[in-house]
């Protein structure tokens, strides 16, 4: 893999609802924990906790609004995160490929490498 995987980044996208409040904030540009509540089906509190996670991977930055505070997308930190997933997922394509081989191979009555399957006749 080129780019080297962050689990604690991974976990914090890997849950739906942080998803859908990343959707949210990179479509209205910011946002806060009462007006991303008001759209999600989650208490207040709980949208709170939510970007506190975003938060502490870099994936939103807080800045003060008032007596709340107004999250942004980091665009930098998401551009790693996609990175991170194209890189898996070329990863997992390739291995994919190579189960594919195999198999194939086994199918048409060779073994991995070329050899014939233990007890086969040839």
């Given at each position: 893999?080129?780019?080297?995987?962050?689990?604690?980044?991974?976990?914090?996208?890997?849950?739906?609802?942080?998803?859908?409040?990343?959707?949210?904030?990179?479509?209205?540009?910011?946002?806060?924990?009462?007006?991303?509540?008001?759209?999600?089906?989650?208490?207040?509190?709980?949208?709170?906790?939510?970007?506190?996670?975003?938060?502490?991977?870099?994936?939103?930055?807080?800045?003060?609004?008032?007596?709340?505070?107004?999250?942004?997308?980091?665009?930098?930190?998401?551009?790693?995160?996609v990175a991170q997933l194209s890189s898996v997922g070329a990863a997992w394509d390739a291995r994919l490929q190579r189960i594919k081989r195999i198999a194939e191979a086994i199918r048409q009555g060779e073994g991995p490498r070329g050899e014939s399957p233990?007890?086969?006749?040839?």
């Amino acid at each position: 893999m080129t780019a080297a995987v962050d689990d604690d980044l991974w976990s914090a996208v890997g849950d739906p609802t942080r998803r859908r409040m990343l959707d949210l904030l990179l479509a209205d540009g910011s946002g806060t924990a009462t007006s991303l509540s008001e759209r999600l089906p989650v208490t207040r509190q709980a949208v709170a906790k939510h970007l506190g996670v975003l938060d502490r991977v870099g994936l939103v930055h807080a800045s003060p609004a008032g007596r709340e505070r107004r999250y942004r997308v980091d665009e930098a930190q998401l551009a790693r995160a996609v990175a991170q997933l194209s890189s898996v997922g070329a990863a997992w394509d390739a291995r994919l490929q190579r189960i594919k081989r195999i198999a194939e191979a086994i199918r048409q009555g060779e073994g991995p490498r070329g050899e014939s399957p233990p007890g086969a006749q040839r």
